[in-house]
Nanobody, 125 residues
């Protein structure tokens, strides 16, 4: 399983970015996919998750209403649309995947066995 995150960059507060996670070596529809982020000096934190195809989506309270996770099983990609970005969103964003994530564990990084390399998002004026 390989995950390749892309789409990071610099954006002004209030702007938007779209992150993508290209996957290979897995059947995307059978995996729970998630985005986590890690800001400088802070621990990695949950951002959003999409449970196996047809399942639910979940968001951290800090991004709810601003971020949207989506998947394209045909293209083997998972996207994170980020709107109304704030300086507090500055972090390295990682995509993660696992087949066996139960509902109560989607927000925990230990639930995921496969990780991408991260893409940096900087929000500043």
């Amino acid at each position: 399983v390989q995950l390749q995150a892309s789409g990071g960059g610099w954006v002004q507060p209030g702007g938007s970015l779209r992150l993508s996670c290209a996957t290979s070596g897995l059947t995307l529809s059978t995996y729970t996919m998630a985005w986590f982020r890690q800001a400088p000096g802070k621990e990695r934190e949950f951002v959003a998750a999409s449970r196996r195809s047809g399942g639910s989506t979940h968001y951290a309270d800090s991004v709810k209403g601003r971020f949207t996770i989506s998947r394209d099983n045909a293209k083997n990609t998972v996207n994170l649309q980020m709107n109304s970005l704030e300086p507090e969103d500055t972090a390295v964003y990682y995509c993660a995947a696992d087949r066996g994530v139960i509902l109560s564990s989607v927000r925990f990084s230990d639930s995921y066995d496969h990780w991408g390399q991260g893409t940096l998002v900087t929000v500043s004026s």
